[in-house]
């Protein structure tokens, strides 16, 4: 087992540069996701550990050892891809052995290896199928599978959810935390699904065009975002922002009470309020109001998208609101640690 | 309703017979063929014996004993086999490097090989003629004629190739190497079973090209070499009077050829239409 440590990482395509300098510290035994919207370069770095892409510029290293110029299969890493990648002629039994008897690892050990993955991921019915002839959900486990043989020092996961439908994919979310508890290993986990980021992680690693956003602990990111675009990305509905205006009795966004006293920004405020974290209140010490427009019931909480004056939406979430009608006007207010406060122009946290 | 049904009988009838006299007009000239080399040469020429004639063998009895039709039958098969296994030994190799490996040069490097197709064979033949004969002593040999043959079709068999390798998802070839084999492991173990079945049309159509090549084979050969293109070749009599034996000749040297194709068309249609992973 090992951590994992990046330095001053960067990758350019000829011309391009697509990571900009990453540091990353990962612990042993640490699960950590790499969330981000696509081409972020979030599974760039991913392949750059597994030594599937060439690294440009600075230093990978896994436990005490510089991994840059090592062989993908000598690194102690072992990845499950998106597509699973299965070898298509060969049974789930060889899928997983295969790595194995490159090693010139003994029949026995071999064998030990596959029942004993086999067992942890309930395939052992199929070891002697071929890949065509399972499921999404089994050929995902037969590729963790192929994974797990290898007794590797950190896991590597590339979107490994994103094929499988919505049921099996929460299903398979769980086994995979399941096996972290189990192995205690390293694994770093891709993925564009914030809730897959905040169920599964440790440690969140917020990506934006080659570079590092925001690292921290689920509840970290979701409690204090540093900047707009991780506020706007963690979460789910997202958050609602509102752009403020400032004199001396405060900050407003559109309602009868400031949302807090004024603060300084060079670049102006922008105020951001959860939809869960929206409260009905009286007009007068309502933050901000909104013509409701539409009411999305989902059983347990509703949905109530709202059209403030400018014409501009949000969102607020609540347990139940009783008949209220299309076209009222609503207001709201948030607890005082509820309140996210963002410079405007440079989009840091205030 | 009406309408439907009129137009449905009437393209069950027209399209069919369409097909059929297209396959007729095609297929005629080897069915002129076949008959012919069961004339005598006197009666090939006679247009009142064009269905209606006494069969005979002489002309097949008469090539294997007089125009030693084995030993050019032999030489086709060692020159078309060897072209065709030096081909795919170049040709995996370099289509696997630019399907898996592409640089920006791939492209130009696969038009460039394309283009060598463009130019016409008969500009080369005075070099290829001097330089073979009077300057490496290599001219009527096989091994001039596997390395001629291998050439020629070497941008077909990479093109073809690479196609195949092309459909092949690149995440498996790096979970091989995630996996840790090298690159001959890759190509051993996960290229070709994968895209066997592309692999196997592309040899198998190779080979055809190979057995059929007249061109280079005829002008490259006297005896040690000669194909079955020169056996034909060779009874072409300019005056016409050979008919007979020139069809059974070349009914001889298209047979296994047809034969071999047949056998495998399953094959060689699912290679050439589906692809290698489906």
Known sequence: ?????????????????????????????????????????????????????????????????????????????????????????????????????????????????????????????????????????????????????????????????????????????????????????????????????????????????GRVEQVGRPMDLYNTPQNLFVASFIGSPAMNFFKAEMNKDGVFIGGKAPVTKAVEAAGGVTVGLRPEHLIPCEESEAFVSGKLELVEQLGDHELLHLVREDSSEFVAKMEFLADKKRGEALYFKAAEDRIHLFDSKSEQRL | MAVVSQNTTFSKVFWPAVAWSVAIIFFFPIFWMVFTSFKTDADAVKPEFLFFFTPTLENYTNMTENYDYWRFAINSVITATFATIFALVVGVPAAYAMAFNPSRATKDVLMWMLSTKMLPAAAVLYPMTFLTKNFLDIYDTHFLIIVVLCLINLPIVIWMLFTYFKEIPKEIIEAGKMDGVDTWGEIKDILIPLAWGGVASTALLCFIFCWNEAYWTVRLTTTEAATLSKLIEGNRAPEGLFFGRLSAVSTAAVGPIVVLGWFCQKQLVQGLTFGAVK
């Open chain 1, 1 to 209: 087992m090992a951590g994992l440590t990046i330095r001053g990482v960067t990758k350019s395509y000829g011309e391009t540069q697509v990571m900009h300098g990453v540091d990353l510290d990962i612990e042993d035994g640490e699960f950590v996701v790499y969330v981000g919207p696509s081409g972020c370069g979030k599974s760039t770095l991913l392949r750059m550990i597994a030594g599937l892409e060439e690294i440009s510029g600075g230093e990978i290293s896994i436990g005490d050892r510089v991994v840059n110029e090592v062989a993908p299969s000598k690194r102690g890493v072992a990845m499950v891809f998106q597509t699973y990648a299965l070898y298509p002629h060969m049974s789930v039994y060889n899928n997983m052995a295969f790595g194995l008897k490159q090693i010139k690892t003994p029949k026995d050990e071999i064998d030990r290896r596959v029942r004993e993955a086999a067992k942890i991921l309930h395939i052992e019915e199929y070891l002697e199928r071929t890949p065509r002839a399972l499921s999404g959900g089994q050929r995902q486990r037969v590729a963790i599978g192929r994974a797990i043989v290898r007794e590797p020092d950190v896991f590597l996961f590339d979107e490994p959810l994103s094929n499988l439908d919505a049921a099996l994919r929460g299903q398979t979310r769980l086994e995979i935390a399941r096996l972290h508890e189990r192995l205690g290993v390293t694994m770093i986990y891709v993925t564009h699904d914030q809730v897959e980021a905040m169920t599964l992680a440790d440690k969140i690693v917020v990506l934006r065009d």
